[in-house]
Structures are given as structure tokens and as C-alpha cells.
């Protein structure tokens, strides 16, 4: 594959939103636009102290090549979605940068309405996801969302990398809902328990307020405040923990290497990077466990 021919390609096709791309094809295109990117803020960096008409006609120029390069990457990813079997309207997910590159990671599929390759199991039962009129599949988020309900705390069993994919999606989307609420409700705790504390308050609208007085009351609320946050995130971290461990017993690997949830960063890059590679086929350290079917 020629990689410079085939970024080229991509930018022939930047108001194509009906084609298909490859997996290969596709990265190699993100790398390259990200290499684009850099390069333009490079240059809009070293251009910054130039003065007058000449910023503001630079600044035009970036804007647009920053506009046509939004364009490619979008009919990038739209066609990418294609090649997974997807509708185009997944392409929302970027909203959320993670989901959307977990959602390019899934191999490419060719089916047709007589043999859907989608299926996800629902409480121990396969479920054949339906597709539309296009030829994409439809269902599978709620789908997804039913099979991570019924395995909230499942922490036997294994899980192929589909149904791991798209459970893992669908708690992303609680988990932003979820941790949004929850910073609302600590939030109004803190500001209850900052007002609880008249004194504080008090001191707080005085021009002399000495930072020594305050700051021992700050640091005893945050305290509790981190305590609360610990108990509050219980419920979105302990299934993702059992989803990480499920797909580490298909892989083969130790469940231990879950724990690395708890390092953040490089730990949870590494986890993300062992738990997308693909299944073994052989069961010989957990022969106990039976495989789902494979999405």
C-alpha cells in the first residue's frame, strides 16, 4: 500500500459520504492528518508575531485548510462506519473522541439481510441484530446496553471482542450522563457544607480574610468531598472492572491485569491496547468458560 497515494486518495473522495475505507487505509490516513496538523500549528505558531493584515490573512488561510481537513476526517470516518456495517448517523459518537475510536477499531464486515454477523447475547440468549433498508445494522447500542444489565458484576464467564466493543460504548454513554449528575450533586454538597461553616462565611466577606483561617476548612471539606466521590463512582467503575476482566479471560490472560484500571493514564492506555486485540482460539488456561459467539 502506498500511503501517500492513498492520502491522496482521501482528499479526492472528501465529499464522498456514501463509499467505504478500509481499517489499514484509514489509520494510515489519521496519521497522516494528524502529521498535517501538527505541521499547521507549527506554522501558525512561528507566524503568530507577524503584525497587522498579514495575521489576520494567515489566520484565514489556517481556518480554511483547518475546514478542509475537518471535511476529510469526517468523510474518513463516515466511510469507515460503512466498512464496519454502521449507519451514518454513529458518526454523532465523535462528540465523544473515545467512543469513536473504539467504534473504528471494528473490523471490517461484509453481510448481506440473509446473514447478519451481528450478534450479542441478551441474558444467555443470541440476539440477531436486524438490518435496514441500506444494508446496516441496527440495534446494537440498546442491545448493548441489555447485555452489560444482565453482567453489571460478572466477573466469570469471557467476552469476544464485538460484544466487548459495543458493552463498553454503552457504559461510556451512562457514564458521561452519570458522572455529569453526580458532579452536580457534589457540587451542591460542597456548597451546603462550605455555607454549614458560618464562620467561613463570614470570614469570606471581609477584606481581610487571612488565607491561614480558610484554608484548614477547605482542605477538611475536600476531604469528605473526595471520600463522597469514591462511594459515588462505585457503580460506573466496578462493571466496567468486571467487562475488562471477562475480555482478559477470552484473550487468555490473567484477570489481574484488570487492576491496571486503577493507574491512570498508562495504565488504562496499556489495559485499552490488550484488551482490542483480537481473541486467542485456543482454551487451554480457562477451559471452564464457555465463548460467547463471535460479533
Same mark, same amino acid.
Given at each position: ?11 479526492? $473522495?472528501? =465529499? %464522498?459520504? &456514501? *463509499? !467505504? +475505507?478500509?481499517?489499514?487505509? #484509514?489509520? /494510515? ?5 494528524? @502529521? ?114 444482565? $453482567?453489571? =458484576? %460478572?466477573? &466469570? *464467564? !469471557? +467476552?469476544?471482542?464485538?460484544? #466487548?466493543? /459495543? ?5 461510556? @454513554? ?122
Amino acid at each position: 500500500m502506498n500511503i501517500w497515494e492513498n492520502y491522496i486518495n482521501s482528499w479526492k $473522495n472528501i =465529499f %464522498n459520504y &456514501k *463509499g !467505504k +475505507v478500509g481499517c489499514k487505509e #484509514y489509520w /494510515w490516513d489519521i496519521f497522516c492528518i494528524s @502529521l498535517i496538523n501538527l505541521i499547521i500549528f507549527l506554522l501558525r505558531t512561528s507566524l503568530f508575531n507577524l503584525g497587522g493584515t498579514v495575521v489576520t490573512i494567515v489566520n484565514i488561510v489556517f481556518w480554511i485548510i483547518n475546514l478542509l481537513v475537518f471535511l476529510q476526517y469526517l468523510s474518513l470516518s463516515v466511510r469507515r462506519l460503512h466498512s464496519a456495517n454502521l449507519a451514518s448517523h454513529y458518526q454523532w459518537f465523535m462528540l465523544i473522541p473515545v467512543i469513536i475510536f473504539f467504534i473504528h477499531c471494528l473490523p471490517d464486515n461484509e453481510i448481506n439481510k440473509d446473514t447478519p454477523c451481528y450478534t450479542m447475547l441478551d441474558n444467555g440468549e443470541r440476539i440477531s441484530l436486524q438490518l435496514n433498508k441500506k444494508g446496516y445494522v441496527t440495534g446494537i447500542v440498546p442491545n448493548a446496553f441489555k447485555y452489560m444489565l444482565h $453482567n453489571l =458484576f %460478572n466477573f &466469570k *464467564g !469471557k +467476552v469476544n471482542r464485538g460484544n #466487548y466493543l /459495543w458493552a463498553w460504548i454503552s457504559w461510556k @454513554l451512562v457514564s458521561v450522563i452519570y458522572e455529569f449528575l453526580s458532579a452536580v450533586v457534589v457540587t451542591c454538597i460542597f456548597l451546603g457544607m462550605l455555607q454549614s461553616h458560618g464562620q467561613l462565611g463570614q470570614m469570606a466577606m471581609e477584606a481581610y480574610m487571612m488565607p491561614s483561617l480558610v484554608m484548614p476548612v477547605i482542605i477538611h471539606l475536600f476531604r469528605e468531598i473526595v471520600i463522597i466521590c469514591l462511594f459515588i463512582n462505585i457503580p460506573v467503575w466496578v462493571p466496567k472492572l468486571a467487562l475488562k476482566i471477562r475480555r482478559l479471560r477470552e484473550q487468555e490472560i490473567s484477570p489481574w491485569w484488570g487492576l491496571l484500571i486503577l493507574i491512570r493514564t498508562v495504565g488504562q492506555l496499556v489495559l485499552m491496547i490488550v484488551t482490542l486485540m483480537p481473541s486467542k482460539n485456543s482454551d487451554s488456561e480457562f477451559p471452564s468458560y464457555e465463548k460467547e459467539k463471535t460479533v
